[in-house]
């Protein structure tokens, strides 16, 4: 059945005393990620915008995902749902996935800039050169990796190769 209610950028229910705020900020995960805030409570629920796991740029637009996360760390919210693994209180690990993404795709455009094949700059990779993943967040993400997602259960530098394997299509193609 087609949808009967349909919005561009935002649409707020109410349930009793309590709105319900759908909205679209942009890109992320994928081309129609949507936010849910529940005002009342400060709760935001992001879907595959932001979770427990790393960043899965499989069907992302890598720029403006990062822009859609400035715009929901705008949003007056105390804890956020993701998609996947339990709830957070702040905005830390918004912040977290910003800095790693970020740090990604400077990585990934800097080996195209400098001339280097995909090959020998993934063979270059190593987890101790990215400052993103230091101070416990790496090891954070290989936890989650290894405790919730039963099927993916490698290391965290193979995870990382995957997602500078799909930078570098993105930005070359």
Do not use: C
Request: glycine share 8%.
């Amino acid at each position: 059945m087609p949808p009967s209610l349909t919005f561009s950028d935002s649409l707020t229910l109410f349930d009793g005393n309590r709105q319900i705020q759908f909205s679209y900020y942009g890109s992320g995960h994928t081309s129609g990620d949507l936010v849910v805030y529940i005002p009342q409570d400060k709760v935001l629920i992001t879907g595959d915008l932001v979770h427990d796991y790393e960043p899965l740029f499989w069907n992302a637009d890598p720029d403006q995902w990062t822009q859609t996360l400035n715009k929901i760390k705008q949003i007056d919210f105390d804890y956020f749902i993701g998609g996947h693994g339990g709830s957070h209180k702040g905005k830390e690990i918004i912040q977290l996935w910003q800095n790693y993404m970020e740090e990604l795709k400077a990585k990934t455009l800097e080996a195209i800039k400098d001339g280097l094949t995909l090959e020998v700059f993934l063979n270059k990779i190593r987890l101790a050169s990215f400052v993103s993943l230091q101070n416990g967040y790496g090891d954070r993400i290989q936890k989650f990796r290894t405790s919730f997602m039963e099927y993916w259960t490698g290391p965290l530098l193979d995870a990382v190769k995957d997602e500078i394997s799909y930078l570098w299509r993105y930005y070359t193609q």
